[in-house]
């Protein structure tokens, strides 16, 4: 059997897929084919991936004993309401919004509202019929982080590991001026979804966009072609729910998406496979991931500190940036700046519930910190490897050793082991679970 699963693994290695499929019988099925055939088809992770030994298989059904506890409890809407989103712990990743089959969750105001009449706000009858799908989706209610784990690097992150695991830190830039001159940072990111649409990998990408009220009223957007790729480019500092975009990718029949997004989406992505929630799951061709400590309330930071304490029209900023100070680069040259202290007390509460600086289930992980120019490039599973590698050998990223600038993988690691030290519950809890009316 051992051989099969070789074969198999090595024959998906060589047509270049994350996903596998499950080398053979499970525990004693080998005499109910129907059985077996079901167990061949649930797709696997491959831990080692394309360029590596086949690795340990696991299948979704070790996923699903590991979280029969949870599924007896049978959770959805109300407890995903109760729990998550009266506290304010609710990210607005949108994956529960995304997910549900009778399509009730409506997104207003970065959190999800339940829309069915008969069911009132805080209750679901669906839900107590049986669906759990919402809640299954959830990160924040239930993070899987362990199984994740499991499934991505054959192993779970250690204490210590505060910016996950990973194989490789390295400086990257895109070699191109218009990839450069539309990214925040080195336009990593931007060239590998350029590069990955260019070679087929990808059909479409999930990203944050300008919106047609402007640049700086950016919206979840499905990335199609190079111009929608670049347009996207640059950094919101504001929440965008990425996740959202799905939808429409799969109203378009695209079935390779590149999920772009902070950690709080990212493990989204993760969550849609662990939870078997294949309809878009199986979309998920690389998932790129966005350091991120917090993200600013858009009244209090855009409208409130921005245009009207500082009386800057949002119209007229071509570029912020964030380096230990809040940067605002203006259409006529001028540089303003706001220290970062001035800025926190417009983030918002929900990131402060959120422990992952470094965006640690991406298949590669990005950031600015402290560098002009060039992205701190995180390379952590084998897929996000061969990407990179792969971009770097045709000439459309360059690189530099990640020791040309210690400071920079030090201040990652400074920030990933502060943000460890946030709860990821309010202590009062229970006590605003309580105000929810029944
Ligand atoms: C909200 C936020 C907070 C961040 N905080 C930090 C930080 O504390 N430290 C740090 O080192 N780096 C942080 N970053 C990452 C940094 O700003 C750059 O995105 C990163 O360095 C990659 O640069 P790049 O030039 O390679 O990316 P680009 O080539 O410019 O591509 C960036 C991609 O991010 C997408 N995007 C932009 N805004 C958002 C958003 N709000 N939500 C989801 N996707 C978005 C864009 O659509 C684009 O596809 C943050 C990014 C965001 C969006
Ligand atoms: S964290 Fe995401 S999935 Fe959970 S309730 Fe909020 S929007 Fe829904
Ligand atoms: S701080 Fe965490 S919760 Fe907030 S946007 Fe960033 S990744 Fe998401």
């Given at each position: ?162 910016a996950g695991i990973w194989r490789r830190i390295v400086l990257a830039r895109s070699t191109?001026?218009?990839v450069r001159?539309?990214a925040q940072d080195g336009g990593v990111v931007t060239q590998l979804l350029?590069w ?64 772009v ?5 990212t ?19 690389i998932t790129i991931g966005l350091l ?65 600086f470094a965006a640690e289930?991406a298949d590669i992980s990005l950031g600015g910190i402290g560098l002009d120019g060039w992205t701190l490039t995180v390379i952590r599973t084998?897929l996000g490897q061969q990407w990179f590698d792969e971009a770097v050998a045709?000439?459309v990223l360059e690189t530099r050793p990640a020791e040309d600038d210690?400071?920079s993988v030090?201040l990652l690691m400074?920030?990933a ?22």
């Open positions: 059997m051992c051989s099969i699963r070789k074969l198999l693994s090595d024959l998906g290695n060589l047509l270049g897929t994350t996903y596998l499929w499950h080398g053979g019988p499970a525990r004693g099925q080998a005499a109910n084919f129907s059985a077996w055939w079901a167990d061949f088809r649930t797709p696997c992770y491959n831990v080692e991936g394309r360029h590596g030994r086949p690795g340990r298989l696991r299948s979704l059904q070790d996923f699903e004993e590991e979280r029969t506890l949870s599924a007896a409890a049978k959770r959805h809407w109300r407890h995903l309401y109760e729990e998550i989103v009266a506290t304010n712990v609710c990210s607005g990743c949108a994956g529960c919004v995304v997910v549900c089959p009778r399509d009730i969750l409506d997104y207003v105001d970065g959190k999800p509202v339940q829309t069915h009449e008969e069911s009132g706000p805080y209750d679901c009858i669906f839900g107590q019929k049986g669906c759990t799908v919402c809640a299954d989706a959830c990160p924040r209610l239930d993070p899987e982080s362990a199984a994740i784990e499991q499934m991505l690097f054959g192993r779970e992150r250690l204490p210590e590991e505060y191109q001026d218009r001159s539309a350029l990955g649409l260019r070679k087929g990998l990808i059909d479409g990408a999930l990203v944050a966009g300008p919106s047609g009220r402007g640049k700086w009223y950016p919206e979840p957007l499905l990335a199609r072609t190079e111009e929608d790729i670049l347009r996207a480019g640059g950094s919101w500092y504001t929440y965008v729910a990425n996740p959202l975009a799905i939808k429409q990718a799969v109203k378009e029949g695209l079935e390779r998406l590149a999920f997004g902070t950690g709080c989406q493990i989204l992505s993760r969550k849609l496979f662990v939870r078997n929630l294949k309809r878009y799951s199986k979309r998920i061709a991120c400590s917090e993200t600013f309330d858009f009244d209090a930071f855009m409208e409130g500190k921005i245009r009207q304490e500082l009386g800057i029209g949002l119209e007229r900023i071509k570029k912020i940036n964030i380096k230990g100070r809040v940067i605002l680069y203006l259409d006529n040259g001028d540089v303003r700046e706001i220290p970062l202290k001035e800025a926190r007390p417009t983030a918002r509460e929900q990131c402060h519930y959120c422990q992952d289930h084998p045709e000439g210690p400071k030090e400074k920030l082991k502060k943000q460890r030290a946030r709860p990821t519950r309010p202590e009062q809890e229970r006590e605003g679970a309580a105000l929810i009316p029944h």
